[in-house]
């Protein structure tokens, strides 16, 4: 790529996040700052919190609508500089769409695993019986959450049009695979942390609140981002990655309704902390795919002659 090209792809890059952020935080503060809460008296997120969150998702389509309007890019479906919204499974590609559907599952599941496996006594099956009622309602739960995340993904569709269907092609061009996730991943944490702020995902009763939570989301987007951005690059379609963001945020637990926080003790009993720990086996899955895509492409790098190896998405 040409210093041209790059500039012109960074300038491009600066207009969208800050169109997104823009209008994403505007509507954020816009609650915030009158004082209303996002959570209710539970410590879950409220009506409003929840409508906020949701609207929220779809502020980076809305960024990327407005910004290839002025960029003069515009709006094909498929192929080259795309919005990416084709669907094909030949060439393999439908094993991406399977993992984008299993995954959150495995790691998901894996993570809770990891909770009672350091903090036995917090395994409770009264608990599981008190929160789910019918156990049948239970063990279907991963299916549920599968299928409403395979099939119900606007807001994913809507975070994924903007993140990894623009801005990650952007920073692959502009750094490289490797630096782009991470720089993708810090970015989208930045993005979610006036939601941390309010309490969404662990709410406000934990040690170092709000920062602690600032770290916990930006490692969490830079893990995800990589298996988003990998799903992506592999099937030139953001449709994988916004079911995968959707099933993700759907939780496809069985063994959560096992795990009884009052019995986790005080520092996995502290709700930042908990979400890192179950959280591990994603970022053990991420930074192996990482560690082996990259060292796929040094490998490769010879065949591409001396300059730097073509990145696409």
């Not at 393999?92 to 769409?97: A, D, K, P, S, V």
Request: proline fraction near 4%.
């Amino acid at each position: 790529m040409t210093d041209m090209a790059k500039k012109t792809e960074a300038r491009r890059l600066l207009i969208y996040l800050g169109i997104t952020f823009a209008i994403s935080w505007i509507m954020f503060f816009s609650v915030l700052l009158p004082g209303n809460s996002f959570l209710d008296e539970s410590g879950n997120l409220s009506g409003i919190g929840n409508l906020i969150c949701t609207f929220g998702m779809l502020c980076p389509a809305a960024g990327v609508i407005i910004t290839r309007f002025i960029t003069k890019e515009g709006y094909a479906l498929t192929g080259e500089n795309s919005l990416m919204l084709g669907i094909s499974l030949k060439n393999g590609r439908f094993i991406f769409y399977i993992l984008a559907v299993l995954l959150p599952w495995i790691y998901t599941e894996a993570g809770h695993l990891l909770i009672i496996a350091l903090k036995p006594g917090a395994f409770d099956r009264e608990y599981f019986r008190a929160v789910t009622g019918d156990v049948r309602n239970a063990y279907m739960f991963p299916l549920m959450a599968i299928v409403s995340g395979a099939f119900i993904s606007i807001g994913g569709l809507g975070e994924e049009l903007g993140w990894r269907g623009y801005m990650m092609p952007k920073l692959v061009k502009l750094f490289g695979f490797t630096k782009a996730v991470i720089a993708g991943g810090i970015i989208w944490g930045i993005w979610h942390w006036p939601l941390t702020y309010a309490g969404h995902n662990f709410g406000k009763d934990y040690r170092g609140y709000p920062f602690a939570g600032f770290a916990a989301m930006c490692l969490l987007c830079i893990a995800m981002g990589i298996l988003l951005t990998f799903v992506t690059l592999k099937t030139g379609s953001v449709w994988p990655a916004a079911i995968m963001h959707a099933v993700n945020n759907a939780s496809p637990s069985i063994m959560q309704f096992f795990v009884n926080p009052e019995k986790t003790g005080d520092i996995l009993g502290d709700r930042a902390v908990s979400f890192l720990v179950r959280f591990i086996p994603l970022f053990i899955i991420s930074a192996v795919l990482l560690i082996v895509y990259a060292a796929g492409k040094k490998k490769n790098a010879p065949a591409h002659g001396r300059g730097a190896v073509k990145e696409t998405i």
